[in-house]
Every structure is written in C-alpha cells, then in structure tokens.
C-alpha cells in the first residue's frame, strides 16, 4: 500500500500576526510558520500504518518558506520519501483550499498512491475544505474526521470516523481513498536531534516542479479585519452593587 500525506505549514498564532497592505491575507513575509497540527496528526498515523503492514509513508507539500524544514522532519520521524511541489512561493500562498487541491490533484493523479491522508483542519481552514475538494478533484470517496485507519487486508480500509457529541463508527471499504485525519490514534512521535540532522542530508528529498494552467478555480481572498476590542468586564464583589450596576447597564441599553 502506498500512502501520501498532504503536509501545510500555517501562520503562528502564538506569536501575534499583521495583515498585508489590502487587507486580503496575514503578512507573511513578516509572519512565523509551523506545521499544520492536524496535518502531523495525518502523517502520524499514517506512520502508524506503515509499521503495522509495511505500507510506504510519502509527505507532500507545495513551496513555501520553510517547506523543506517541514518535509525533512516528516523524513525524521519515518516518512520514505517526501516530495515538494513548486509553483512558486508566492503562487501557493495565494491559491484557495479549493485551487489548492485541485493543483496537487493534478500531480497526485500521475501518481500510484492506495490513501492520500491530509489533517481536517487549518487555521485559515476550520471546515476541513481541502480534504473535499481533493477527494472531488481526484474523483475519490472522502471520509473526514478520521481518528484511526486501520487495514485488515490490502483491499480493505476501516476508519473510525468521530462524530459530535462524543459519538463515532467504524467505516469499512476497499478502493482507494481521501481521509481527513481529526487525530492520531496515539500521540505524535518525538524527533530527536540526530535523527533530524540525519533527515537534512538525506537523498530522499525530490522537488517537482508543478503549474496552475489547468487551475479552474482560486476563490479571491475576502477582506480580513482584526475583532474589533471591546470595554473590559467589570468584577463587582457586592451581590447588591453588582445587581444595581447591572440593571444600570440593561436601562442604559434599552432593554428594560
């Protein structure tokens, strides 16, 4: 079984982020990435895979700022090979979750992979968009909210796929597929310095270079704002101060 695993790095959040001029995108020439969180929850158990059944373990990723970081650590933790597509740094960042499927699926398709496993959520993408439009580009069953893929044989797949409330089922199939992966079925492995250093000088790195001219579609970029701040809460110890101040506020407002 040959599995692929779509890798993403995201802004920081941690470390505070700026707006470009128009307002349309994070600035990104002075913003911190890291890797998507669910996209190393994919590779993880996509990891997971290969040791019980001896399947090949493949990290994609388009050009960006820190790609090869990215892709070299998924070499480190166990991935075979990893693969980095280039359009062009500034072309990728500026591609939708729907242009960017269809982009990868246009090299995915050439391809031989079983899965292709991508993490069901971003910070620019809480909806788990990519997974769909992937699996619709590839014209591919998608299960997202994955949790654990298991392979009894090689012509069958179960997914535990979660649900709201606590709820989740297994899904059993055969043919080839497009999973968002929610979580690893067990934590994600630890990287140790060696092993990373190992994975830098590594030769099983290949860079592709990929075009958008068959692109159908980039959704334009929307205008982005920071919330707007509001006045501090106010915390009154006095039951009968906090009450008066209260119903001060509902008249002030008109709602009494």
């Given at each position: 079984?040959?599995?692929?695993?779509?890798?993403?790095?995201?802004?920081?959040?941690?470390?505070?982020?700026?707006?470009?001029?128009?307002?349309?995108?994070?600035?990104?020439?002075?913003?911190?990435?890291?890797?998507?969180?669910?996209?190393?929850?994919?590779?993880?158990?996509?990891?997971?895979?290969?040791?019980?059944?001896?399947?090949?373990?493949?990290?994609?990723?388009?050009?960006?700022?820190?790609?090869?970081?990215?892709?070299?650590?998924?070499?480190?933790?166990?991935?075979?090979?990893?693969?980095?597509?280039?359009?062009?740094?500034?072309?990728?960042?500026?591609?939708?979750?729907?242009?960017?499927?269809?982009?990868?699926?246009?090299?995915?398709?050439?391809?031989?992979?079983?899965?292709?496993?991508?993490?069901?959520?971003?910070?620019d993408d809480p909806f788990g968009g990519l997974a769909a439009h992937l699996s619709a580009a590839l014209e591919l069953p998608v299960i997202a909210g994955a949790t654990q893929v298991n392979v009894p044989d090689t012509s069958r797949l179960r997914i535990l796929q979660e649900y709201g409330g606590g709820n989740s089922a297994w899904i059993e199939f055969s043919g080839k597929a497009v999973i968002g992966v929610q979580a690893a079925s067990r934590p994600i492995r630890y990287?140790?310095?060696?092993?990373?250093?190992?994975?830098?000088?590594?030769?099983?790195?290949?860079?592709?270079?990929?075009?958008?001219?068959?692109?159908?579609?980039?959704?334009?970029?929307?205008?982005?704002?920071?919330?707007?701040?509001?006045?501090?809460?106010?915390?009154?110890?006095?039951?009968?101060?906090?009450?008066?101040?209260?119903?001060?506020?509902?008249?002030?407002?008109?709602?009494?």
């Amino acid at each position: 079984m040959k599995i692929a695993v779509l890798m993403r790095l995201v802004p920081d959040l941690s470390e505070g982020v700026d707006l470009n001029d128009d307002g349309t995108d994070v600035d990104r020439e002075w913003t911190d990435t890291q890797a998507n969180e669910t996209d190393e929850q994919a590779l993880e158990e996509a990891l997971v895979v290969k040791e019980a059944t001896g399947a090949t373990v493949t990290a994609v990723a388009l050009s960006d700022e820190g790609v090869e970081r990215l892709l070299r650590s998924a070499l480190a933790k166990g991935a075979d090979d990893v693969v980095e597509l280039d359009l062009g740094i500034e072309q990728a960042q500026a591609l939708s979750s729907a242009a960017t499927a269809q982009v990868v699926a246009d090299w995915l398709s050439d391809q031989q992979f079983d899965v292709i496993l991508v993490g069901n959520q971003k910070v620019d993408d809480p909806f788990g968009g990519l997974a769909a439009h992937l699996s619709a580009a590839l014209e591919l069953p998608v299960i997202a909210g994955a949790t654990q893929v298991n392979v009894p044989d090689t012509s069958r797949l179960r997914i535990l796929q979660e649900y709201g409330g606590g709820n989740s089922a297994w899904i059993e199939f055969s043919g080839k597929a497009v999973i968002g992966v929610q979580a690893a079925s067990r934590p994600i492995r630890y990287i140790s310095g060696s092993k990373l250093r190992e994975a830098m000088a590594s030769p099983s790195y290949q860079k592709v270079t990929v075009s958008n001219d068959r692109l159908r579609t980039n959704i334009p970029g929307l205008k982005l704002e920071f919330p707007q701040s509001v006045e501090g809460i106010e915390l009154i110890a006095d039951p009968a101060e906090a009450a008066a101040r209260l119903m001060a506020i509902l008249e002030e407002r008109n709602y009494i």
